[in-house]
């Protein structure tokens, strides 16, 4: 919890308004963050915040398309002028599980809008928060990823997703490197399989999933970065 008179962190989730990215919220606003729920659609994303936080005061709900690059821009206005910095950013918001598909035969359009949210998304909104992390004493960078994104298990299939984690892994290891000198921690995050709506039933609880993002997102200062981890453990990429 923040101690009196001095603020809290401030983290930002996108894809929040359900399933782990909902849930990264709770777990995070519960320690104390002042939390920014990240939602394509700023209904169900003000619904979401206040089902976590009916006062509103530790939850607060943006509209914010990560394939979008003048949402993504508006976002980070927004948080700069009312929150006056980040410290944790969660790119959790992905889409297009494609269990349907073959490389060989795969839809490049679909291909492509994958990459454009679950690789370039991250990518839009970590740029465009990165100078508040930067200013940030404590800042970590956390990319929700997945073991179908890790090139040591792949042997075929959701080639949209598969691909487009597996460069989300990439760009975590060249973030990590990059920005090691400024202190932001940068990891990449298996959540397995989770009972969500893209994860379908029979996967393990959600807050369960979550509760690694979470470990991520406060790690110490000398936490690991550019790891990919589960549960804490270490992921082959």
Not at 199 to 222: C, Y
Request: proline share 6%; aromatic share 4%.
């Amino acid at each position: 919890m923040a101690l009196e008179g001095v603020a809290p962190p401030v983290a930002v989730v996108t894809g929040a308004n359900r399933g782990i990215g909902y849930e990264v919220v709770r777990q995070l606003a519960e320690r104390g963050h002042r939390v920014v729920l990240g939602a394509r659609d700023l209904d169900q994303g003000r619904t979401a915040a206040a089902r976590i936080d009916p006062s509103g005061e530790r939850v607060i709900a943006v509209q914010l398309d990560v394939a979008d690059e003048a949402s993504v821009l508006a976002m980070a206005d927004r948080v700069t002028r009312e929150l006056g910095g980040a410290d944790v950013l969660v790119n959790n918001a992905a889409i297009l599980y494609d269990t349907w598909a073959q490389a060989r035969s795969a839809d490049l359009g679909e291909v492509q809008r994958a990459l454009d949210t679950n690789l370039f998304g991250a990518w839009r909104v970590t740029q465009a928060l990165l100078p508040l992390l930067r200013r940030s004493p404590h800042p970590r960078v956390v990319m929700v990823s997945s073991e179908g994104g890790s090139l040591a298990s792949m042997t075929g299939g959701t080639p949209a997703y598969s691909v487009s984690k597996a460069a989300l892994n990439a760009l975590t290891r060249l973030l990590a490197g990059e920005l090691r000198r400024d202190g932001v921690l940068v990891n990449a995050i298996c959540p397995g399989w989770v009972a969500t709506d893209m994860g379908g039933p029979g996967g393990r609880p959600v807050s369960e999933g979550a509760a690694g993002i979470t470990w991520a997102a406060t790690l110490p200062d000398n936490g690991p970065t550019g790891g990919f981890f589960r549960d804490g453990k270490p992921v082959p990429w």
